[in-house]
């Protein structure tokens, strides 16, 4: 079964507690927290103070924490400290210190993740899937919700299915935007464990019934 994992950047922010709880009371699993720098990505949405309150309103929610910011080594512990579950990072704000910050994301008590854009091949997480809990795909550039999904992904998706069980791994595959009732079955064939969905299901008349065609989905 495919986890669901609401992005919050599409909540109604005046009622961001209340919109989180209903979409974990109908069985969403976790709640995607998109972190923005205006730098890294052209869009800044929320820091670490936001993720502290919502912490303390949704206690025992588990928070994917998707860092789309230059510098994710510097912000890996407020992060954590504020009730980051997971945090994931993009390979491209890091190349050349992408072990330094899977260890200090760890030393920070959370799971790791690593996050590729669009652009960016799948063979260039293999050398970290090792070290990884979970590898993000990026169906759409990051930066805004809403977006259309690109089915590049759903290849992506399958080569890191086909490489993490060639080497026996239990590495997570996560994929992110225009993920839908249509696509997120598609997403989830192809391989990914996890499906970021925001406006589909934050916008949606049903919610229970978006999330139940989402977990049907393997």
């Given at each position: 079964m495919a986890m669901v994992s609401p992005s919050i950047l599409s909540a109604d922010f005046a009622h961001l507690g209340s919109d989180c709880?209903?979409?974990l009371d109908a069985g969403a699993q976790m709640l995607h927290?998109?972190?923005?720098?205006?730098?890294?990505?052209?869009?800044?949405?929320?820091?670490?103070?936001?993720?502290?309150?919502?912490?303390?309103?949704?206690?025992?929610?588990?928070?994917d924490v998707h860092l789309m910011i230059d510098d994710p080594l510097t912000y890996a512990e407020p992060f954590a400290k504020a009730g980051a579950s997971l945090i994931t990072f993009h390979l491209e704000a890091v190349p050349d210190a992408?072990?330094?910050?899977?260890?200090?994301?760890?030393?920070?008590?959370?799971?790791?993740?690593?996050?590729?854009?669009?652009?960016?091949?799948a063979e260039a997480v293999y050398p970290y899937l090792d070290d990884l809990d979970l590898v993000l795909v990026m169906s759409v550039e990051p930066g805004?919700?809403?977006?259309?999904?690109?089915?590049?992904?759903?290849?992506?998706?399958?080569?890191?299915?086909?490489e993490r069980d060639r080497h026996g791994l239990h590495t997570l595959l996560e994929v992110d935007g225009g993920v839908n009732t249509e696509t997120g079955p598609q997403c989830a064939a192809a391989g990914a464990d996890w499906l970021v969905t925001g406006s589909a299901l934050f916008k949606a008349k049903d919610p229970a019934a978006v999330i139940d065609t989402l977990h049907g989905s393997h």
């Amino acid at each position: 079964m495919a986890m669901v994992s609401p992005s919050i950047l599409s909540a109604d922010f005046a009622h961001l507690g209340s919109d989180c709880r209903a979409v974990l009371d109908a069985g969403a699993q976790m709640l995607h927290y998109d972190v923005m720098d205006g730098h890294f990505v052209p869009n800044i949405s929320f820091g670490v103070p936001v993720l502290k309150s919502l912490h303390k309103a949704l206690p025992d929610a588990f928070y994917d924490v998707h860092l789309m910011i230059d510098d994710p080594l510097t912000y890996a512990e407020p992060f954590a400290k504020a009730g980051a579950s997971l945090i994931t990072f993009h390979l491209e704000a890091v190349p050349d210190a992408v072990p330094e910050t899977i260890a200090a994301i760890r030393a920070a008590g959370c799971q790791v993740g690593i996050s590729i854009k669009p652009g960016t091949p799948a063979e260039a997480v293999y050398p970290y899937l090792d070290d990884l809990d979970l590898v993000l795909v990026m169906s759409v550039e990051p930066g805004f919700g809403g977006q259309k999904f690109m089915p590049s992904a759903l290849d992506k998706l399958s080569a890191l299915r086909a490489e993490r069980d060639r080497h026996g791994l239990h590495t997570l595959l996560e994929v992110d935007g225009g993920v839908n009732t249509e696509t997120g079955p598609q997403c989830a064939a192809a391989g990914a464990d996890w499906l970021v969905t925001g406006s589909a299901l934050f916008k949606a008349k049903d919610p229970a019934a978006v999330i139940d065609t989402l977990h049907g989905s393997h």
